[in-house]
């Protein structure tokens, strides 16, 4: 018995052994990257504090000009099935925030909302483009309404692709008193050691799952995608940079009353079938914005401008049309 249960327990090291050694990766150098995938269209914008923002243009410049912000752990990427549908129409700035994408980790280590708006801002500046429109998914879409509170006359309209960043009354309380009562558990996360084993394991499945869950039609969960989504991961320095959003990073929530000072025509655009953020989170935006409008698109996840570009970018032509 004894000898049986020692052989179980060397077999099964065996296989933790294996399964940290096949998910562990180290640093992939910028110009490496880079070369893979900064194609086609893709720029770069070198920033006075160091920062590289990897970004876009595409369109027809005298038209009117949409910036695209991607969600969490997402990239601009995520806007190339919706853009071949838009370029007739309008001009397009995708862009990789800090942290993400071929942007990566900056000198400042400034991933905050502000510290996005500050790039937006700076990006438009140095294109020379005065009054642009913002979409946003998910993260992003939470730092485009931001935006447009900050600079309400340079937005002229507001698109949100199942948009976080607002909570109900109820959940910012208990926002707040988790951010005063922090659970041991997360205390734990936070350590250095864990963030150190997490620099480094990063299994391909977490990239798998991850698109997975962000799709209703598992077709658009495939590997060229998820293997693009595990190689900007791993880009020098992003790791870091995601982990410290992560882990003791959290941000302010906000509650639907700051929505109503909204002014920009908006469109809000989300899944039903979403299971990263419910369809009726969206509810508030229509809610407490005088003029939105909201479009809910069956058996569609959490990224409907990848999964239905086509009716994406019909709605958002339509949106622009009536206005």
Same mark, same amino acid.
């Given at each position: 018995?004894?000898?049986?249960?020692?052989?179980?327990?060397?077999?099964?090291?065996?296989?933790?052994?294996?399964?940290?050694?096949? =998910?562990?990766?180290? /640093?992939?150098?910028?110009?490496?990257?880079?070369?893979?995938?900064?194609?086609?269209?893709?720029?770069?914008?070198?920033?006075?504090?160091?920062?590289?923002?990897?970004?876009?243009?595409?369109?027809?410049?005298?038209?009117?000009?949409?910036?695209?912000?991607?969600?969490?752990?997402?990239? @601009?990427?995520?806007?190339?099935?919706?853009?071949?549908?838009?370029?007739?129409?309008?001009?397009?700035?995708?862009?990789?925030? $800090? =942290?993400?994408?071929?942007?990566?980790?900056? $000198?400042?280590?400034?991933?905050?909302?502000?510290? *996005?708006? /500050?790039?937006?801002?700076?990006?438009?500046?140095?294109?020379?483009?005065?009054?642009?429109?913002? +979409? =946003?998914?998910?993260?992003?879409?939470?730092?485009?309404?931001?935006?447009?509170?900050?600079?309400?006359?340079?937005?002229?309209?507001?698109? @949100?692709?199942?948009?976080?960043?607002?909570?109900?009354?109820?959940?910012?309380?208990?926002? /707040?008193?988790?951010?005063?009562?922090?659970?041991?558990?997360?205390?734990?996360?936070?350590?250095?050691?864990?963030?150190?084993? @997490?620099?480094?394991?990063?299994?391909?499945?977490?990239?798998?799952?991850?698109?997975?869950?962000?799709?209703?039609?598992?077709?658009?969960?495939?590997?060229?995608?998820?293997?693009?989504?595990? /190689?900007?991961?791993?880009?020098?320095?992003?790791?870091?940079?995601?982990?410290?959003?992560?882990?003791?990073?959290?941000?302010?929530?906000? =509650?639907?009353?700051?929505?109503?000072?909204?002014? +920009?025509?908006?469109?809000?655009?989300?899944?039903?079938?979403?299971?990263?953020?419910? *369809?009726?989170?969206?509810?508030?935006?229509?809610?407490?914005?005088?003029?939105?409008?909201?479009?809910?698109?069956?058996?569609?996840?959490?990224?409907?401008?990848?999964?239905? $570009?086509?009716?994406?970018?019909?709605?958002?032509?339509?949106?622009?049309?009536?206005?």
């Amino acid at each position: 018995m004894k000898k049986t249960l020692k052989w179980i327990g060397i077999l099964t090291i065996t296989i933790l052994v294996m399964l940290v050694y096949s =998910g562990t990766y180290l /640093d992939v150098p910028r110009k490496e990257l880079e070369a893979k995938y900064a194609t086609g269209s893709s720029q770069f914008l070198d920033l006075p504090d160091g920062a590289r923002i990897h970004f876009r243009d595409e369109g027809k410049p005298e038209n009117p000009a949409i910036v695209l912000l991607h969600g969490f752990n997402g990239s @601009l990427f995520n806007f190339e099935r919706l853009v071949p549908f838009l370029v007739n129409d309008f001009r397009l700035i995708s862009i990789d925030l $800090p =942290g993400f994408g071929l942007t990566g980790a900056t $000198p400042t280590a400034d991933y905050t909302t502000e510290g *996005f708006i /500050d790039v937006v801002t700076k990006l438009t500046n140095e294109l020379g483009i005065e009054k642009f429109s913002i +979409a =946003g998914n998910s993260m992003g879409g939470g730092v485009a309404w931001r935006y447009t509170l900050e600079f309400p006359t340079k937005v002229e309209g507001l698109i @949100l692709f199942a948009s976080s960043g607002v909570g109900s009354k109820e959940d910012v309380k208990k926002f /707040d008193e988790r951010e005063n009562n922090t659970p041991i558990v997360w205390r734990l996360m936070d350590s250095a050691l864990l963030k150190k084993f @997490l620099h480094y394991y990063t299994p391909k499945f977490f990239a798998t799952e991850g698109l997975k869950r962000s799709v209703y039609d598992q077709q658009f969960a495939n590997a060229d995608h998820a293997n693009q989504f595990h /190689d900007l991961v791993l880009l020098q320095g992003s790791r870091d940079a995601i982990l410290s959003m992560t882990m003791g990073g959290r941000r302010k929530m906000y =509650g639907p009353e700051s929505l109503s000072k909204i002014t +920009a025509p908006t469109l809000v655009i989300h899944g039903e079938e979403d299971n990263i953020a419910g *369809f009726e989170r969206s509810l508030v935006f229509k809610e407490n914005i005088d003029n939105a409008e909201i479009k809910i698109y069956p058996e569609i996840g959490h990224l409907p401008m990848y999964e239905d $570009p086509a009716r994406t970018a019909n709605d958002i032509i339509k949106f622009f049309q009536d206005l």
